[in-house]
């Protein structure tokens, strides 16, 4: 059974930071790309972050380039997601995703976590 559990959101001031964590079961791991997405009320999903199969490769969205840092252990079957220097608008429910390719494209992923939400005050 293919799991993907998200971990470590909550609630943080402007400028905090939050690590977020993504455990994996049910599939190879280091056989899949992974991504983070956000998806904020009343929008649609977004892509975040995407980390290749070996963790040699990444890309983010310009508005995370900076800031936010994907990482995954292959030993732990865990991606993970720092999100430093937090502002009001990262505000959303963040998802890790699993895929044959890394992509920014939601579509090209085939496995998805339910999310953790990530809310950023002023």
């Known amino acids: 059974q293919v799991q993907l559990v998200e971990s470590g959101g909550g609630l943080v001031q402007v400028g905090g930071s939050l690590r977020l964590s993504c455990a994996v079961s049910g599939f190879t791991f280091s056989s899949y790309a992974m991504g983070w997405f956000r998806q904020a009320p009343g929008k649609e999903r977004e892509f975040v972050a995407t980390i290749t199969r070996s963790g040699g490769s990444t890309s983010y969205a310009d508005s995370v380039k900076g800031r936010f840092t994907i990482s995954r252990d292959n030993a732990k079957n865990t991606v993970y997601l720092q999100l430093n220097n937090l502002k009001p608008e990262d505000t959303a429910i963040y998802y890790c995703?699993?895929?044959?390719?890394?992509?920014?494209?939601?579509?090209?992923?085939?496995?998805w976590g339910q999310g953790t939400q990530v809310t950023v005050s002023s």
């Open positions: 995703a699993a895929g044959l390719l890394g992509s920014s494209v939601s579509k090209r992923y085939d496995y």
